[in-house]
T-cell receptor, first 115, second 115 residues
């Protein structure tokens, strides 16, 4: 069974500071991992995904995440926060289950940017 | 039209009403999903359709009834709902279900309030 834990339901950072959102996963097979972002009154938008290629994955809007198997982690980072990054972020894990891929989501982290 | 669209965006209904949510994807995808997003809870996968066939039903109460008439359209029929069913209902689609992991593309959601 697969699961995702996001540490910290709320994170606040100053504009221009480093953003670090934590995600740990549990999976019985090599996982595929995703980060999604949700802006107010919108659906989820894919930020980036890890699919067993490079362990450092670059996504949209300057975000990146590093897959660390030894730590079962897939933390999301951005070197310099922008006001437009304020949103809710979801980590998700998927295992191939032929004919029916399922995403299991974490509970989300709400990111607030302090001017 | 682009991506995944959902109508209506907001819906208020009484417990004895019958209503339907509509989702349409313009991406040529083969799989479609219904999720429920409640405050302080992970996204809950409700139903999965692959090539118009239901392949997943995650113990959803029978007052929720999905319908997938073709690979571009997905409906969620609602009847005799409870106040705890109030939530954001998200539709998503993905390219296929062949065992390859694909990211899912989400619509903006329908905010449902049951009074």
């Amino acid at each position: 069974a697969q699961s995702v834990t996001q540490l910290g339901s709320h994170v606040s950072v100053s504009e221009g500071a480093l953003v670090l959102l934590r995600c740990n996963y549990s999976s019985s097979v090599p996982p595929y991992l995703f980060w999604y972002v949700q802006y107010p009154n919108q659906g989820l938008q894919l930020l980036l995904k890890y699919t067993s290629a490079a362990t450092l994955v670059k996504g949209i809007n300057g975000f990146e995440a590093e897959f660390k198997k030894s730590e079962t982690s897939f933390h999301l980072t951005k070197p310099s926060a922008h006001m437009s990054d304020a949103a809710e972020y979801f980590c998700a894990v998927s295992e191939p289950n032929f004919g029916n891929e399922k995403l299991t989501f974490g509970t989300g982290t709400r990111l607030t940017i302090i001017p | 039209e682009t991506g995944v669209t959902q109508t209506p965006r907001h819906l208020v209904m009484g417990m004895t009403n019958k209503k339907s949510l509509k989702c349409e994807q313009h991406l040529g995808h083969n799989a479609m999903y219904w999720y429920k997003q409640s405050a302080k809870k992970p996204l809950e996968l409700m139903f999965v359709y692959s090539l118009e066939e239901r392949v997943e039903n995650n113990s959803v109460p029978s007052r929720f009834s999905p319908e997938c008439p073709n690979s571009s359209h997905l409906f969620l029929h609602l009847h005799t709902l409870q106040p705890e069913d109030s939530a954001l209902y998200l539709c998503a689609s993905s390219p296929g279900t062949s065992g390859t992991i694909y990211e899912q593309y989400f619509g903006p959601g329908t905010r449902l309030t049951v009074t």
